[in-house]
T-cell receptor, first 111, second 115 residues
Framework: KQEVTQIPAALSVPEGENLVLNCSFTDSAIYNLQWFRQDPGKGLTSLLLIQSSQREQTSGRLNASLDKSSGRSTLYIAASQPGDSATYLCAVIGDNNDMRFGAGTRLTVKP | AAGVIQSPRHLIKEKRETATLKCYPIPRHDTVYWYQQGPGQDPQFLISFYEKMQSDKGSIPDRFSAQQFSDYHSELNMSSLELGDSALYFC??????????????FGEGSRLTVL
């Protein structure tokens, strides 16, 4: 059974810092990996999708990488802003559409 | 751009009652997924539909059922509600077939409270 782990569980940084969130998964036979943002009591906002054949995706200040063989993905956030404060979830999608989420990293960016 | 619409946004029920949640996917998305997120937990996959047929089943209790209709909207029916069913229920959609990149687009969720 696929297990997804996110490290760290929580992170607090001053505004302007660059930061890296980590996601690891146990079964490398994945279809996609998707990073989401979740604000308290809100839905999931898709940030980046990396298909299994890709190694990275970029959107604005966000860059996500994928290393299937080692079962790892990272989300890099450049020049963090207080508005980036949220929980970031990594989700791994298997060939059968089964989607497994990590427990998330709770990010706080201090002004 | 149109997003995934879920209704109702909030629902309060008593134990042993029945609840129905509705999900309207993004236009031209024919795949719908349901997730349950308990307090402080990550979302758990319940069930998915593609072209009105069940495509995958996760940890959905037997007391729950779901279906996808001809207009691709989906309904999650929950009966004999228990206190532990209190959660945020998310619906997600994606385009199926050859257009399916696997990217999921989530609604805002329906918060069910069972008293």
């Amino acid at each position: 059974k696929q297990e997804v782990t996110q490290i760290p569980a929580a992170l607090s940084v001053p505004e302007g810092e660059n930061l890296v969130l980590n996601c690891s998964f146990t079964d490398s036979a994945i279809y996609n990996l998707q990073w989401f943002r979740q604000d308290p009591g809100k839905g999931l906002t898709s940030l980046l999708l990396i298909q299994s054949s890709q190694r990275e995706q970029t959107s604005g200040r966000l860059n996500a990488s994928l290393d299937k063989s080692s079962g790892r993905s990272t989300l890099y956030i450049a020049a963090s802003q207080p508005g980036d404060s949220a929980t970031y979830l990594c989700a791994v999608i298997g060939d059968n559409n089964d989607m497994r989420f990590g427990a998330g990293t709770r990010l706080t960016v201090k002004p | 751009a149109a997003g995934v619409i879920q209704s109702p946004r909030h629902l309060i029920k008593e134990k042993r009652e029945t609840a129905t949640l509705k999900c309207y996917p993004i236009p031209r998305h024919d795949t719908v997924y349901w997730y349950q997120q308990g307090p402080g937990q990550d979302p758990q996959f319940l069930i998915s539909f593609y072209e009105k047929m069940q495509s995958d089943k996760g940890s959905i209790p037997d007391r729950f059922s779901a279906q996808q209709f001809s207009d691709y909207h989906s309904e999650l029916n929950m009966s004999s509600l228990e206190l532990g069913d209190s959660a945020l229920y998310f619906c997600a959609s994606s385009p199926g077939g050859q257009m399916n990149t696997g990217e999921l687009f989530f609604g805002e969720g329906s918060r069910l409270t069972v008293l």
